[in-house]
């Protein structure tokens, strides 16, 4: 066991009985929820919410059926929460490093399957690291989403990680996560200091490399859903990251083929049919796709097969193919100005 594992099991095992014993808020979501998540989260047990930490939400929409893997679950707020969502004939599969994590969940894994009224627990908890999830017995192109909670920045092999999350994935699968990100790279000194690792900001990706590893791993085009600038509020752990800026950010990606590095135009089309649940007015794909129901909108190639060749198409119809190129996609208008100057881990505007 690698140290940077041991610090974190020992963290989230042993020395955090529940959220007010985090010393930042950098595993604290403050995102709002809709109605619908709101009334399944109010139908889990208080033990797996006191005992989950996450910094954001990333709850994927419309996934009745689908099989869908929670990377770093913990004690199953999240799992929980999805096997709702899926429904009785799809599956939620939480996996985590931590043993007393995992004790709470499946503690509570009956309970939770009565409560969303399934015959039988449509939840599996695994012990294992995210870096081989092939020795969990997840397959190839088995998953439909993947997500995770402020977890990811915990794996000491990232570039393994996405590449196995892009493996298990179907085509046209989805990556969904929240996590933590820097404005720099931290020195290995501090990156490691435990506090630092076990509050989620040692691991943390400077923007600019999570870019880089994503384009290298097969994912060209990552898009942020949304992100907030996180207050730390602990003299040491400031002192420690110095003027480092850390963001909570949610971010997506699709393992679909053709994806290019920057939007290009193809002079395509996309209308949001206002189908998806919870969301009849608008659909936000990313901080700077918002489609209203009804509304045609140009769309560059990416966002045409995000939305189209994606467990989204049955909500969306685009228009035209890649038979023509116009050349680069145009990303100027309103708010342009304030993407160019946020942090952005995607070629694409």
């Not at 996450?54 to 929409?61: A, E, I």
């Not at 931290?186 to 923007?207: N, Q």
């Amino acid at each position: 066991m690698d140290e940077v594992t041991a610090v974190v099991r020992d963290y989230y095992g042993s020395r955090l009985a529940g959220r007010g014993d985090l010393k930042t808020d950098a595993c604290c979501s403050s995102e709002p929820l809709s109605p619908r998540l709101r009334s399944i989260l109010d139908a889990i047990h208080p033990e797996v919410v006191n005992r989950s930490y996450g910094c954001g939400s990333p709850m994927p929409d419309d996934v009745d059926g689908l099989t869908v893997l929670d990377l770093g679950c913990g004690t199953g707020r999240d799992v929980f929460m999805l096997s709702a969502l899926v429904g009785g004939s799809g599956r939620s599969i939480g996996i985590d490093m931590t043993p007393e994590q995992l004790a709470v969940g499946r503690h509570h894994q009956a309970e939770q399957a009565r409560i969303f009224g399934h015959r039988t627990s449509n939840v599996s908890f695994l012990e294992g690291r995210f870096e081989d999830l092939s020795s969990l017995g997840i397959a190839d192109a088995s998953i439909d989403v993947v997500i995770s909670n402020c977890a990811l920045n915990l794996s000491v092999d990232k570039a393994r990680v996405f590449a196995e999350i892009r493996r298990v994935l179907k085509p046209g699968g989805e990556l969904l996560f929240s996590d933590v990100f820097a404005s720099r790279r931290l020195p290995a000194d501090v990156a490691s200091d435990p506090l630092l690792v076990g509050e989620c900001l040692g691991g943390a990706l400077y923007v600019e490399d999570f870019r880089r590893l994503m384009t290298a791993v097969g994912w060209p085009d990552v898009r942020v859903i949304s992100k907030r600038t996180i207050t730390i509020g602990h003299p040491y752990a400031e002192r420690l990251v110095g003027p480092t800026t850390f963001w909570s950010m949610t971010v997506r990606a699709f393992k679909l083929d053709g994806l290019e590095d920057i939007c290009e135009d193809y002079g395509q089309v996309a209308t949001y049919l206002g189908t998806v649940p919870d969301a009849p007015a608008g659909f936000v794909l990313d901080d700077h796709h918002r489609f209203i129901a009804g509304k045609p909108m140009l769309v560059c190639g990416n966002t045409a097969a995000m939305v189209g060749e994606s467990r989204l198409k049955r909500h969306f119809r685009v228009d035209g193919d890649r038979t023509m190129h116009f050349g680069r996609f145009d990303c100027s208008g309103p708010g342009a100005s304030a993407r160019a100057e946020a942090p952005h881990p995607s070629g694409c505007c």
